[in-house]
């Protein structure tokens, strides 16, 4: 097997070689296994099923321990694929506290932080886009 990333690579039925590919991805490729599902509510708002999280997102824990555990984004570990939220930390012998890191895919977002502007932007374009196409189809279907 190469050692090198190929970005040619369209796909295996064998575990091996799909998890060599995470793993030897590049940082701009593995952000996008970083995407969370977005909860029902916003869902429906912005038209999409899921965003790429970023530090202040509100997320919910939907899977294991901390399950129903809610808190803030607090950083973001792209090469590791892993998420640190505020609230959910492991208290070792010592006293001391560390974060836990949690995999997105069981988080949930419930409110998206928009202070940055081009964030704001692109989730309307998508949500406006979303509804045009939808309208779109409800006139050719009568």
Do not use: C
């Amino acid at each position: 097997m190469k050692t090198k990333f190929a970005k040619t690579w369209i796909s295996s039925t064998q575990p091996r070689k799909q998890r060599k590919y995470k793993y030897n991805a590049p940082l701009d490729i593995k952000r996008t296994f970083l995407s969370v599902n977005l909860s029902k509510e916003l869902r429906q708002r912005y038209g999409i099923r899921s965003i790429k999280p970023r530090t202040g997102d509100k997320v919910k824990v939907m899977r294991g321990t901390y399950k129903a555990k809610t808190g803030a984004i607090e950083s973001v570990d792209v090469k590791n694929t892993k998420i640190f939220v505020t609230k959910i930390e492991h208290t070792k012998r010592d006293g001391s506290k560390s974060k836990i890191p949690i995999h997105p895919s069981n988080l949930m977002i419930t409110e998206i932080n928009v202070s940055d502007k081009l964030r704001k932007n692109k989730l309307t374009k998508v949500a406006e886009s979303k509804t045009a196409t939808k309208k779109e189809v409800a006139t050719k279907a009568k």
